[in-house]
Structures are given as structure tokens and as C-alpha cells.
């Protein structure tokens, strides 16, 4: 369904970016990886999603903190597919304290990547997009992004600013065959996700097992996590024509977070 197409993933070595990329990998989409990681485990995802699917990936190592960075991957993706046609705005890190205890470096940093990163990245590939009259341009944003908790002052900020600026692309863009969505789940077992589940097993002296039922028993009504291959196949469904026409929405895959 998407031969010949190209798209970037930003935060693709691991978790939900990962599944995304598979996804439209199985779909013929050409790749291009982003993210941190242990070079030779990256080499190894990017060799095998391209055997697996018989599309080309690349891998291209931007920190999406820094603008530079991040037009030198937009430039490099389009060098080397000949153009961006999708765009996942998945990369994205966490920090937890209270307003009063948040470290200013750390408010900095959740801002830059879960938000300015997709601005920029926007920027420079928008154009590539207009220019083929075709685009599909995916945020990763969050329940949060819809709702609030305490203590994730800059995560909630960011991810609010991203449902945001999914609304103004979607504006700009509207009739130049070009849609961006924002894609909010609810929580999705990934290593962003691990993290805080053992900070909570250790803080409340319970069994792992436990924390990981009780995180989301707190905030869905399903006590089911979501995984990265349900979201990579909504970003998929996102790409498809029965999706032209939807734009600028924030799609809720959070088992009913939201709903209350
Ligand atoms: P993850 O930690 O498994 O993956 C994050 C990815 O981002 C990794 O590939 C990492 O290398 C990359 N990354 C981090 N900082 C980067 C930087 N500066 N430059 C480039 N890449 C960077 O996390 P995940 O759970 O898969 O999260 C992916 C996205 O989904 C995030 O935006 C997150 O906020 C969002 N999200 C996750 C959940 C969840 O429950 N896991 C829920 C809602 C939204």
C-alpha cells in the first residue's frame, strides 16, 4: 500500500517508534530510523526490518534536542529516498517530580525533544511534502496531551503543545494532500514505561509485577496496556486514503483514560 514511499521515525530504536516503523515497513515503506542506542543492536534492527519487508532503511543518528540535527535528518532522508512522505513525531523522554523539585535542564530537555523536535522537524519537511502534493505527518502525543497528571509538568506541557500544533499543521496544510494527526495512547509497555514502573515498585517497596497492574489500573477503565503494534497499525490506517480527510484530530488509543 505505501510502496515508494519514504518515512521518518523519529525515536525509532526502541518501544512504540519501533513498532511504527515495522509497521510501515510491512506496508513497502522505505525507513529511516532515528534514536539512541547500542550501534551494533541498531544495525541489527535496521538489516532486519529491511530483509524482513524488501524496503531500504537507513539509519540516521539525530539527537532530536538539537535543531541542526534534526534538518541535517530531514535533508539526509530526502537525499537519500528522493523526498519525505511521512513524518512520525515519536521520539520523546519523560521526567517525574513535583513543580517545586523539577530541574530547569530537565523541563528544557522534555520541551525540546516531545515538542520543539516536531516544529522543526515540520518545518523542513513540509516543504518535500507540498512539493508532491502528498503528506502524512504523525505526532505521538499522549493522553496526556488531552488530560493531566501531577507531577509530569513538562511531559503534559509538551504533549498539550503537540495536540496543538497538530491542529495548526493540519490548518496550513489542509488542502495540499497533506493530513497531521496526533495518535494519544494511553499507557503502552515500553522502556519509558519499565522505568517508571520499577521507580514505583522501589518507592512503594511492592513487587514489579504489582506496580505494572496498579499503574494502569490507576488511570484506565481496561486494564489492558496497549501495544507498539496496535499503534503502528493506526499509523498505518493514518496513511491509507479511507484516512484523506482526517486532520488535525488527536485519536485516543488509551483503553478509555480519556473517556472519564
Ligand atoms: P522509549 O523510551 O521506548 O522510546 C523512545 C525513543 O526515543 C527511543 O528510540 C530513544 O532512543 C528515542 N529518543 C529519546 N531521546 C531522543 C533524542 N534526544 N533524539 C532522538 N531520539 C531520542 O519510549 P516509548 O514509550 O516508545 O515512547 C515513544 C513516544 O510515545 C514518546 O513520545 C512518548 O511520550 C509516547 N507515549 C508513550 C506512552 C507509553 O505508555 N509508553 C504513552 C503515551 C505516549
Not at 110 to 138: C, D, E, Q, Y
Amino acid at each position: 500500500m505505501l510502496n515508494g514511499k519514504c518515512a521518518i521515525v523519529t525515536g525509532s530504536t526502541s518501544g512504540i517508534g519501533l513498532g511504527i516503523a515495522s509497521a510501515l515497513a510491512a506496508e513497502g515503506c522505505d525507513i529511516v530510523l532515528n534514536g539512541f542506542g547500542d550501534l551494533a543492536a541498531i544495525e541489527h534492527q535496521r538489516a532486519g526490518l529491511a530483509e524482513r519487508h524488501g524496503v531500504r532503511v537507513a539509519y540516521v543518528a539525530a539527537d532530536m534536542a538539537k535543531p541542526a540535527e534534526i534538518r541535517a535528518l530531514v535533508a539526509a532522508a530526502a537525499e537519500r529516498f528522493g523526498g519525505v512522505d511521512i513524518l512520525v513525531n515519536n521520539a520523546g523522554i519523560q521526567h517525574v517530580a513535583r513543580i517545586v523539585d523539577f530541574p530547569e535542564e530537565r523541563w528544557d530537555s522534555v520541551i525540546a525533544i516531545n515538542l520543539s523536535a516536531a516544529f522543526h522537524t515540520a518545518k523542513a519537511a513540509l516543504p518535500l511534502m507540498i512539493a508532491r502534493k502528498w503528506g502524512r505527518i504523525i505526532n505521538i502525543a499522549s493522553a496526556h496531551g488531552l488530560v493531566a497528571s501531577g507531577e509530569k509538568a513538562a511531559y503534559v506541557s509538551a504533549k498539550h503543545g503537540l495536540v496543538g500544533l497538530t491542529k495548526v499543521t493540519a490548518i496550513e496544510t489542509a488542502n495540499q494532500g497533506i493530513t497531521c494527526n496526533a495518535i494519544c495512547p494511553g499507557w503502552v509497555l515500553t522502556a519509558l514505561v519499565e522505568q517508571q514502573i520499577e521507580a514505583r515498585a522501589q518507592a512503594l517497596g511492592i513487587p514489579v509485577g504489582q506496580a505494572r497492574d496498579d499503574l494502569v489500573r490507576e488511570k484506565q477503565p481496561m486494564l489492558d496496556y496497549t501495544t507498539p503494534e496496535k499503534i503502528g497499525a493506526l499509523a498505518v490506517f493514518l496513511c491509507g486514503d479511507a484516512a484523506s480527510t482526517i486532520t488535525g484530530a488527536a485519536l485516543s488509543i488509551d483503553g478509555g483514560w480519556v473517556a472519564q
